[in-house]
């Protein structure tokens, strides 16, 4: 089966620093994909990590460990425009099948 | 922009009816994925087309079906409407289905039921 679980809100304020937690139980796993969303948007691509370590792409880090079955997205710098919700998607790959499995979301209040 | 387009941007059915929607996917992409993402949640996995063939299925019944195009372009179709169809319904494109994953998001499709 699958399983993953992110807070589901979460407050921070201007200029600070968030860390967005996301835990999976999945078969399959093939990669972890962090996304943002703003209200009533598509999903976009903030990171991707398939090995373990840390990723870190301007303002954005992401973190993988894989034995743990562990991620976190790291946010610097906030700005009132990072007040959307991020999403945690694990790759399960069977067969040919490339299928994201999603969190809920967690919704982030960037608070002046 | 990712460069995927769907079509309706909204749209309001009567439960019972029968909805299609439309789904262009990046050029040179020939993956189509579709997501059903309700309220407040994450989206959920319909089903994928890879070169026209259905390649993969989550736990939706069959009255969700789909179909791609030699264009790649794609449609999902929802017969017997249901309340609990009311979502935003998400495409995503992708240049395979494996080994490269990054999946480009269209903009959706928001559905209402009444």
């Known amino acids: 089966g699958q399983n993953i679980d992110q807070p589901t809100e979460m407050t921070a304020t201007e200029g600070a620093i968030v860390q967005i937690n996301c835990t999976y139980q999945t078969s399959g796993f093939n990669g972890l994909f962090w996304y943002q969303q703003h209200a009533g948007e598509a999903p976009t691509f903030l990171s991707y990590n398939v090995l373990d370590g840390l990723e870190e792409k301007g303002r954005f880090s992401s973190f993988l460990s894989r034995s743990k079955g562990y991620s976190y997205l790291l946010l610097k710098e906030l700005q009132m425009k990072d007040s959307a919700s991020y999403l945690c998607?694990?790759?399960?790959?069977?067969?040919?099948?490339?299928?994201?499995?999603f969190g809920t979301g967690t919704l982030l209040a960037v608070q002046p | 922009e990712t460069g995927v387009t769907q079509s309706p941007t909204h749209l309001i059915k009567t439960r019972g009816q029968q909805v299609t929607l439309r789904c262009s996917s990046q050029?040179?992409?020939?993956?189509v994925s579709w997501y059903q993402q309700a309220l407040g949640q994450g989206p959920q996995f319909i089903f994928q087309y890879y070169r026209e063939e259905e390649n993969g299925r989550g736990n939706f019944p069959p009255r969700f079906s789909g179909l791609q195009f030699p264009n790649y372009s794609s449609e999902l179709n929802v017969n017997a409407l249901e309340l609990d169809d009311s979502a935003l319904y998400l495409c995503?494109?992708?240049?395979?289905?494996?080994?490269?994953?990054?999946?480009?998001f269209g903009p959706g499709t928001r559905l209402t039921v009444t």
């Open positions: 998607a694990v790759i399960r790959v069977g067969g040919a099948t490339n299928k994201l499995i």
């Open positions: 995503a494109s992708s240049l395979e289905p494996v080994p490269t994953y990054e999946q480009y």
């Open positions: 050029s040179g992409h020939n993956t």
